[in-house]
């Protein structure tokens, strides 16, 4: 198990930028593919990016591909995620988690929320027009 716990989250205006980090605790967090999902207001959560274990290989939703850039740091514990031109669609919670699912399984579940052991507590990004 990992505990996660994101920040980076704020109020912005259309346009901007911001940059989430999620921390994890422990000392085999390079075990684990990374994951951002994010909830926005009467929607159910949605898959936003994933990296795998050695950061070799990101996913992104088909919708944020260009906007957004998931990476990680292995040394740092910690995963990224870099946010641009941000718009009003963009607000939402978002929260990081963790997978151990198998590589080649996760090669095509990487959006899937159940390849996802452990979630953190989400940080809020409110994108004002």
């Known amino acids: 198990q990992v505990q996660l716990v994101e920040s980076g989250g704020g109020l912005v205006q259309a346009g901007a930028s911001l940059r989430l980090s999620c921390g994890a605790s422990g000392r085999t967090f390079g075990l684990y593919n990374m994951g951002w999902f994010r909830q926005a207001p009467g929607k159910e959560r949605s898959f936003v990016a994933a990296?795998?274990?050695?950061?070799?290989?990101?996913y992104y939703s088909d919708s944020l591909k260009g906007r957004f850039t998931i990476s990680r740091d292995n040394a740092k514990n910690t995963v990224y995620l870099q946010m641009n031109s941000l718009n009003s669609e963009d607000t939402a919670v978002y929260y990081c988690?963790?997978?151990?699912?198998?590589?080649?399984?996760?090669?095509?579940?990487?959006?899937?929320?159940?390849?996802?052991?452990?979630w953190g507590q989400g940080t809020q990004v409110t994108v004002s027009s």
């Open positions: 988690a963790a997978s151990l699912t198998g590589i080649h399984y996760y090669n095509s579940r990487f959006g899937d929320q159940n390849q996802y052991n452990d």
């Open positions: 990296v795998t274990r050695n950061g070799g290989t990101t």
